[in-house]
């Protein structure tokens, strides 16, 4: 019953530090995405993968770097951390995102802090 | 670009009642889903309902209908004989019929469900 997995759930890292979220799915999803959550904002977009092979940005690409190692993993990288980036991020996945009404299966969130 | 507003940043309401929660979009578009997410305590975010722009029947899901009025752009989420547990932000989205993946989210309206 595990759906979408993120680690680590927590983190705090210090200005100019360097990390990689993960993100795995189970459900032999197509698509995977990442998305960030800041208070009164909303969930925004950071960059998604249509599918094993591609990656593409969202609305707020800008600091971030991603990875489709496979079609079960996508990991977020921020090679540079600044306070900026401080927030809830989510990683998602859906069956395709041209089919349907592409339902998303989001992850419990990570939680990252920068000092 | 579509945007999603969501003009209660709070409700609440007694357990057993019911309650509507808002949400409005801006689109030129005609094929179109709209959907409502709920994200508890825990973080995740849950699908709650989904609505095809291209059905007039309103979708209904046990104790969550929507009210879609496609001419009025208005999209709300009625939940009915409330429960303690429905207590969580519920996010309002809509995405693009065609081959754009985006899924644009509303701020967000925290629900609280009183005993």
């Known amino acids: 019953n595990a759906g979408v997995t993120q680690t680590p759930k927590f983190q705090v890292l210090k200005t100019g530090q360097s990390m990689t979220l993960q993100c795995a799915q189970d459900?032999?999803?197509?698509?995977m995405y990442w998305y960030r959550q800041d208070p009164g904002m909303g969930l925004r977009l950071i960059y998604y993968?249509?599918?094993?092979?591609?990656?593409d940005k969202g609305e707020v690409p800008n600091g971030y770097n991603v990875s489709r190692l496979n079609k079960r993993e996508f990991s977020l990288r921020l090679e540079s951390a600044a306070p900026s980036q401080t927030s809830v991020y989510f990683c998602a996945s859906s069956e395709a995102f041209t089919v349907g009404a592409n339902v998303l299966t989001f992850g419990a969130g990570s939680r990252l802090t920068v000092l | 670009a579509q945007t999603v507003t969501q003009s209660q940043p709070e409700m609440s309401v007694q357990e057993a009642e019911t309650v509507t929660l808002s949400c409005t979009y801006d689109?030129?578009?005609?094929?179109?889903?709209l959907f409502w997410y709920k994200q508890p305590p825990s973080r995740q975010m849950i699908l709650v309902i989904r609505q095809e722009a291209y059905k007039q029947q309103n979708a209904t899901e046990n104790r969550f209908s929507v009210n879609f009025q496609k001419a009025a752009k208005s999209f709300s989420l009625k939940i009915s004989d409330s429960q303690l547990g429905d207590a969580a932000m519920y996010f309002c989205a809509y995405r693009s019929g065609g081959s754009n993946y985006k899924l644009t989210f509303g701020k967000g309206t925290l629900l609280t469900v009183n005993p």
């Open positions: 689109t030129s578009e005609s094929d179109y889903y």
């Open positions: 459900m032999n999803h197509n698509s």
């Open positions: 993968s249509a599918s094993e092979g591609t990656t």
